[in-house]
């Protein structure tokens, strides 16, 4: 059963900082993953969507990239605003599977 | 932009009763879910529709059923509802396998 954990589970930074957030999916036959951002309270906003054959994708500041081989996928935030504060949650559809699993999602919080 | 519409957005109702959460697309998507949130335990898949009439068990199907009469509604339905179902349930759709989830903004229901 594929399992996603998401590291760090909470993040603070200083606005402006460049960051990294981790996701790792324990089963590498997947065939997309996606990221997703949660305001409190919300539903879910799709961020971007990595096909496996596929290494990354960009919109703005964001960078997603996917090394199917390893099991791991960064989301990479430039200029980190407050804006930005909120929680990332990634998930992968997997080849046994017609559904997206989930990670537990980080939270970060982005100081003025 | 695809809308997943979710009726309510809080509902407050008492163990026993019959619940009707309501999910409503207007693009022709063919694939629908719902899932529950819960504090340190993510997002889980309830059930999901492929197909007007199929569905399929997610991986907490217990005490919930499902109805697509219609390509567009997706409803999810608590047979007697119990505190433990207090719950964030968030609706999805995408327009088939392998694509990404576009979400609704989620219904927050309390059973006391």
Known sequence: ?112 | DVKVTQSSRYLVKRTGEKVFLECVQDMDHENMFWYRQDPGLGLRLIYFSYDVKMKEKGDIPEGYSVSREKKERFSLILESASTNQTSMYLCASSPGDHYGYTFGSGTRLTVV
Do not use: H
């Open chain 1, 1 to 112: 059963k594929q399992e996603v954990t998401q590291i760090p589970a909470a993040l603070s930074v200083p606005e402006g900082e460049n960051l990294v957030l981790n996701c790792s999916f324990t089963d590498s036959a997947i065939y997309n993953l996606q990221w997703f951002r949660q305001d409190p309270g919300k539903g879910l906003t799709s961020l971007l969507l990595i096909q496996s054959s596929q290494r990354e994708q960009t919109s703005g500041r964001l960078n997603a990239s996917l090394d199917k081989s390893s099991g791991r996928s960064t989301l990479y935030i430039a200029a980190s605003q407050p804006g930005d504060s909120a929680t990332y949650l990634c998930a992968v559809m997997d080849t046994g599977r017609r559904a997206l699993t989930f990670g537990s999602g980080t939270r970060l919080q982005v100081q003025p």
